[in-house]
């Protein structure tokens, strides 16, 4: 499986960024699609997965109740829709995909067996 993520950019505090992930390969329905993001100086973390089959999604405190991840089966891409954005959320944005679920290790980036390159998100103040 290749994942090819896009949709960064630099926006203003309080804006909004879609990110797309784009799968190539078979995606089956016990795979687990997540984004995780990396600042400067910082370690990766975890933002957000869904389960490909049931739609099941899981997000970071940091981001909940601003960002949206869902996924479009037929077109084997998951979204990340970023809303009322900080300074803070600047990171590039990453996409990946663990082949089965593994409860609360999904928030863990070692769970994950495919990655795609970053997306860098730029929110000035």
């Known amino acids: 499986v290749q994942l090819q993520a896009s949709g960064g950019g630099l926006v203003q505090a309080g804006g909004s960024l879609r990110l797309s992930c784009a799968a190539s390969?078979?995606?089956?329905?016990?795979?687990?699609m997540g984004w995780f993001r990396q600042a400067p100086a910082k370690d990766r973390e975890f933002v957000a997965a869904i389960m490909w089959s049931a739609g099941s999604t899981y997000y970071a405190d940091s981001v909940k109740g601003r960002f949206a991840i869902s996924r479009d089966n037929a077109k084997n891409t998951v979204y990340l829709q970023t809303n009322s954005l900080k300074p803070e959320d600047t990171a590039v944005y990453y996409c990946?995909?663990?082949?089965?679920?593994?409860?609360?290790?999904?928030?863990?980036?070692?769970?994950?067996?495919?990655w795609g390159q970053g997306a860098q998100v730029t929110v000035s103040s």
């Open positions: 990946a995909a663990a082949r089965a679920y593994s409860g609360s290790y999904l928030y863990r980036e070692y769970v994950y067996d495919y």
């Open positions: 390969g078979r995606i089956f329905s016990s795979y687990v």
